[in-house]
C-alpha cells in the first residue's frame, strides 16, 4: 500500500496549518490555492489579527485557543518568524452582556492570566481609551497580536520543506468521490487522492453548495487612524482589544508598522453574492458607524481612516464554524464557515484537520462544529 495521498482546497489560514500539520505527519499532501500564498482577497490580509484567550463566544472555545497558541510558537521556532505578540488583550463591554459574562467565564474556568478592572482603574491604565462606568474591563494577558500574511506565508513554506506540494494559480473546478479515491478536477487536469479535505473559506459553497442557506460570504472592512501620540499606541503601551459599544462592536491592535492604528468594526458589511466579486469600494455612510465609536471611545484619535482594507469571511448561522467529514462521503472532509474567528484558531484547526484525516478522530471537542448539525442528508455535489 503507498503513502497516504492528501488534497487541501484552499491555501489561506486554516488550509495552510493543515498543510504543515499533514506534511509533518508525513503525508504526501497537495494543496491548491487559485490565487498566491497570503493574497488579500479572502480573510487574509490587513497586517493584523487578533489574538485572544478571554473569549467573548463562549469558554468551550478555549481549549482550542490555547492549544493554537502553542502552535503558533511551535511555527515561530520551526520557521524563524516572529508572527504572534503576546501584548496581552482587553475585552471591555457592558457587566451584564453575556460576552462579557463567557469572558469572565473563561479567565476562571481555564485559569487564565487576568486581571479584572473597573471603569476608574482601567482609565489610569490605558488613557488612550474612554471607559464608562457600567463597564466591565478584563485583561487578558495570554492576548495579542497575530501577523496573518506571515502567518500563512510561513505555514505554506514550512510545508513545503517538509515536502508538501502547493499548486498556486490553480482554480479547483470539481471534486468527486469514487470508492476508491477522490478525483480533483483543478485548471483541466484530473488529480487522484485518497483524501481531501476543503478549506476554501468564502468559495466554500462553491464545492458544498448544500450549506448556501446556512453560510453565507460577508464583507469585513478594516480601518485605520492617525494619532498625533503614536507613542502610546505601541504594543507595550496599548493591549490589543475587543469591545461591545452601543450599536456596534469594535476591535483594536496597537501600531505595527508605526504610523496608524487598527481600529475596526467586528460586524460585517453585507453579504457577498459571489466572492469571486467581491466589490472593494467603501462609501462614506459605511464607515459612519466606526467613525463615530472612534470619536465616541478614543482620546487620541483623528476619527478619519487614512487607510481601509476590504475583506471577506465565510459566516454560519450560529457563527461556529463547520468542521468535520461531508455527510454520507468518506473521503471528503471540510472546515469553513469561522464567521471571523478563523485566525486565531487555525493552527489549532490544522491539527484537529491531520487528526481526522489520518487517526480518523481527534481528542478536542468538535462536536459542536459537525456538518450535520445543519441537516442529516446533505451530499457533496459532484
Known amino acids: 500500500m503507498g503513502k497516504q495521498r492528501v488534497a487541501v482546497i484552499g491555501v489561506g489560514s486554516v488550509g495552510s496549518m493543515t498543510l504543515w500539520q499533514l506534511a509533518k505527519r508525513g503525508i504526501e499532501v497537495v494543496g491548491f490555492e487559485q490565487f498566491g500564498i497570503a493574497h488579500d482577497r479572502s480573510a487574509v490580509g490587513g497586517e493584523s489579527r487578533m489574538f485572544r484567550t478571554a473569549y467573548m463566544e463562549g469558554a468551550d472555545y478555549v481549549p482550542l ?155 469585513i472592512v478594516m480601518t485605520w487612524y492617525p494619532t498625533h501620540q503614536l507613542e502610546n499606541y505601541k504594543p507595550e503601551k496599548f493591549p490589543v482589544f475587543g469591545r461591545i459599544c452601543e450599536g456596534i462592536s469594535i476591535f483594536g491592535v496597537p501600531t505595527l508598522e508605526g504610523s496608524m492604528v487598527k481600529i475596526g468594526s467586528i460586524d460585517t458589511f453585507g453579504d457577498i453574492e459571489d466572492p469571486s466579486l467581491l466589490h472593494r469600494d467603501i462609501s462614506l455612510s459605511e464607515l459612519k458607524g466606526i467613525n463615530g465609536a472612534v470619536a465616541k471611545y478614543f482620546t487620541e484619535l483623528k476619527p478619519d481612516p487614512v487607510r481601509i482594507s476590504v475583506h471577506m469571511d465565510g459566516y454560519t448561522t450560529d457563527e461556529h464554524p463547520v468542521v468535520g467529514a461531508v455527510p454520507n462521503l468518506n473521503r471528503t472532509y471540510i472546515m469553513g464557515g469561522y464567521s471571523g474567528h478563523g485566525f486565531k484558531l487555525a493552527p489549532v484547526m490544522g491539527k484537529i484537520a491531520a487528526d481526522l484525516l489520518v487517526d480518523g478522530k481527534t481528542d478536542f471537542s468538535i462536536d459542536h462544529f459537525n456538518p450535520n448539525r445543519f441537516s442529516q442528508s446533505q451530499i457533496l455535489s459532484n
Open 65 to 219: 485557543l490555547k492549544k493554537s497558541r502553542e502552535l503558533y510558537k511551535q511555527l515561530e521556532s520551526e520557521t524563524g518568524q516572529d508572527l504572534l505578540n503576546l501584548n496581552g488583550g482587553l475585552m471591555i463591554g457592558p457587566e451584564d452582556s453575556y460576552k462579557m459574562k463567557n469572558v469572565v467565564k473563561s479567565v476562571i474556568d481555564f485559569d487564565i492570566g487576568h486581571e479584572i478592572l473597573d471603569s476608574t482603574q482601567a482609565t489610569h491604565r490605558y488613557p488612550q481609551h474612554k471607559f464608562f462606568d457600567n463597564e466591565i474591563i478584563v485583561l487578558d494577558k495570554e492576548a495579542g497580536a497575530i501577523r496573518p500574511e506571515l502567518a500563512v506565508f510561513s505555514a505554506a513554506e514550512r510545508a513545503e520543506a517538509l515536502g508538501a506540494t502547493i499548486h498556486r494559480h490553480t482554480e479547483v473546478d470539481n471534486i468527486r468521490e469514487l470508492d476508491d479515491k477522490v478525483q480533483v478536477t483543478a485548471n483541466g487536469q484530473v488529480y487522484d487522492f485518497d483524501q481531501v479535505i476543503i478549506t476554501a473559506g468564502p468559495w466554500t459553497t462553491k464545492f458544498y453548495p448544500q450549506l448556501k442557506n446556512h453560510l453565507t460570504p460577508r464583507k
